[in-house]
């Protein structure tokens, strides 16, 4: 079975653009959740989104969005990128909306903005 | 900055023991995780533990988890050098996000 999928693996981008990031959950997960990984530290958390609602938001500023689709793939949507946007951008799935379940991290993007 | 407190770094001689400890703040958390991150790579789960149990052992790795402390650790037995990597503590909120520690990177030599 594949795992988390998330596409593209690496991105460069410049300041001021927008960037779109996706994922694919392992089949059967609902859910979906996003962290950032900057250099040296721990993920932090984004958004988490469940049957195609958003479930939960970190403290990230109103550039960050995403969405769930119906065959529950996600996107992670970053307008006008700053240079401290770039980080590895984990997401990870789970069968349901989470509180005890495990959660299968993919290998992440990594986003330079330049 | 992260909730969830872990010292930096540990280097262990192959063969020994290598214990990770960490300290998490929310003590109705449910659950608490054990990640492992190698270069570029994702996280990958390496265990968990129910917050009414004391200690899980996995093969070679034994998590005890000290609720009155609040405090998690990882005992990895016999460290072979595949288990160089960074280690994240990481409790559940009760809102479902998952809080991470900085991370614990381990250096095994030979």
């Known amino acids: 079975d594949a795992g988390v999928t998330q596409s593209p693996t690496h991105l460069i981008k410049t300041r001021g653009q927008h960037v779109t990031l996706r994922c694919s959950p392992i089949?059967?997960?609902?859910?979906v959740s996003w962290y950032q990984q900057v250099l040296g530290q721990g993920p932090q958390f984004i958004f988490q989104y469940y049957e195609k609602e958003e479930r939960g938001r970190g403290n990230f500023p109103d550039r960050f969005s995403a969405r769930q689709f119906p065959n529950y793939s996600s996107e992670l949507n970053v307008n006008a990128l700053l240079l401290g946007d770039s980080a590895l951008y984990l997401c990870a799935s789970s069968p349901g909306q989470g509180g005890g379940e495990k959660l299968f991290f993919g290998s992440g993007t990594q986003l330079s903005v330049l | 900055g992260e909730d969830v407190e872990q010292s930096l770094f540990l280097s262990v001689r192959e063969g020994d023991s290598s214990v990770i400890n960490c300290t998490y703040t929310?003590?109705?958390?449910?659950?608490l995780y054990w990640y492992k991150q190698e270069p570029g790579a994702g996280l990958q789960l390496l265990t968990y533990i129910f917050s009414n149990m004391d200690m899980k052992q996995d093969q070679r790795l034994t998590v005890l988890l000290n609720k009155k402390d609040k405090h998690l650790s990882l005992r990895i037995a016999d460290t072979q050098t595949g288990d160089s990597a960074i280690y994240f503590c990481?409790?559940?909120?009760?809102?479902?996000?998952?809080?991470f520690g900085a991370g614990t990177t381990v250096t095994v030599r030979a």
């Open positions: 929310d003590s109705s958390s449910t659950y």
């Open positions: 089949s059967g997960h609902k859910s």
């Open positions: 990481a409790e559940i909120r009760a809102d479902y996000k998952l809080s």
